[in-house]
């Protein structure tokens, strides 16, 4: 059975203990926050009685075989880097880091103590996503997409977070590189990362604050975002990520003879398969076909509710017993260590042109980091050769993976 820990009892918390009760063959042993109140009101609400408030003590105590991080992405490289170190396994909640370094790094760890690590991207498996994914194994597209576009879309409209948010400038959301659009965007990228190779050629974002957002006083925060990108096969995609669009979560992917379109918010899969019809056939035919891939899907959801398993945390249920079977089995992670990297990279870049001032400042504190962390670890075994030092400073995240990405001019 294994033993599992949650760091960071705040709302997301609750859903991560939801779906860990509906996977057999593994226990809670320990709830883990900076105010103990948090962890125990958690614990309360779900029979757990080990509460801390220190990540040691929790991992000296319950000896987890896997900790979920479940806290603001400011501390998830050094939370991880303690539970890796001990001996646990992590899921770690989006977005992974606040730079692809940092998520090298663990995946570099992880692999060098034989541990695996996986991203809570767990839109990669609701129920229309693997229908894609087989679709896309069974030749639908007729090859490899050659367009994808990804659509996210998050509403203001809790006016509880975003009151908080907006109205204390140390907040933590607006102390990241990205500010608003670092703690979500993670999602969408993600699902295009999946198609594009490692390579990028070409990444051009554009973003901007709207109307309603400026109307609330915080001029630096950009909620409006898009982004051109294309890899070195020639694979082209498209994200776009607004406040203002209502009910779009959608993934779009193009090839030679088809398209897919998977629907989040309606956990459709809609199927286009090229089909030329003649003459004044080609304005009924095809509506014609649209309406009975909106009945199928609707049949499929009808099913899949009466088999009780349309539940609105289905895709972090699934990423978690398949990330868990992983380490049973030995078997790669859910996630590829590469599209995790690949993800990050992407947001590296996006954000050091819609907020290049800020991806400066971050970057000379993750230098001054690395170095501070390197020289720690080599204090035991440091040799008179000077150039060690330099070494350790001067490596960049192109130096320590072979996945690159440049952008045009």
Not at 129 to 137: D, N, V, Y
Request: charged content about 25%.
């Amino acid at each position: 059975m294994l033993r599992i820990a949650i760091v960071g009892c705040g709302k997301i918390a609750d859903q991560h203990v939801h779906a860990i009760r509906r996977i057999d063959d593994c226990i809670i042993v320990g709830l883990c926050d900076r105010e103990l109140l948090m962890a125990r009101q958690l614990g309360e609400r779900f029979g757990i009685n080990a509460c801390f408030t220190d990540l040691q003590g929790l991992l000296e105590t319950t000896k987890p075989d896997v900790v979920h991080i479940t806290t603001p992405p400011g501390s998830h490289h050094s939370l991880a880097r303690g539970c890796l170190e001990s001996g646990s396994h992590v899921y770690l909640e989006k977005p992974f880091t606040i730079t692809a370094g940092e998520a090298e790094s663990l995946i570099r760890l992880a692999e060098g103590r034989d541990l695996k690590i996986t991203a809570g991207h767990n839109l990669q498996f609701t129920p229309e996503t693997l229908e894609m994914r087989q679709l896309l194994a069974e030749g639908f597209l007729g090859g490899k997409p050659v367009h994808l576009e990804s659509h996210f879309c998050y509403n203001l409209g809790d006016t509880t977070y975003v009151s908080a948010l907006l109205g204390n400038r140390q907040h933590w959301v607006r102390q990241l590189p990205g500010q608003l659009l670092q703690n979500i965007i993670s999602h969408g990228i993600a699902k295009l990362a999946e198609f594009l190779d490692d390579d990028l050629i070409e990444i051009v974002g554009t973003a901007h604050q709207s109307e309603q957002l400026r109307n609330l006083d915080a001029p630096e925060v950009l909620d409006e975002l898009r982004v051109l990108i294309r890899d070195r096969s020639g694979t082209t995609a498209f994200f776009c990520f607004s406040t203002q669009i209502k009910g779009l979560n959608e993934l779009r992917l193009y090839g030679p003879e088809g398209s897919i379109v998977v629907d989040h918010i309606s956990g459709t899969v809609v199927r286009n398969k090229y089909r030329p019809c003649k003459s004044y056939l080609t304005y009924f035919v095809p509506p014609l076909r649209a309406a009975r891939e909106h009945l199928r899907n609707a049949r499929i959801n009808v099913t899949n509710f009466l088999r009780q398993r349309l539940y609105q945390d289905f895709g972090m249920k699934e990423l978690i017993e398949r990330f868990y079977n992983s380490i049973r089995s030995g078997s790669p992670p859910p996630i590829p260590y590469r599209e995790i990297i690949l993800t990050a990279r992407i947001m590296d870049e996006i954000f050091a042109q819609t907020y290049p001032a800020r991806k400066r400042r971050s970057e000379v504190r993750n230098q001054r980091s690395e170095l501070e962390r390197g020289m720690s670890e080599d204090r035991g075994r440091m040799t008179e050769d000077p150039s060690q030092i330099p070494e350790v400073r001067g490596q960049t995240s192109a130096q320590a993976s072979h996945i690159s990405v440049s952008t045009a001019a």
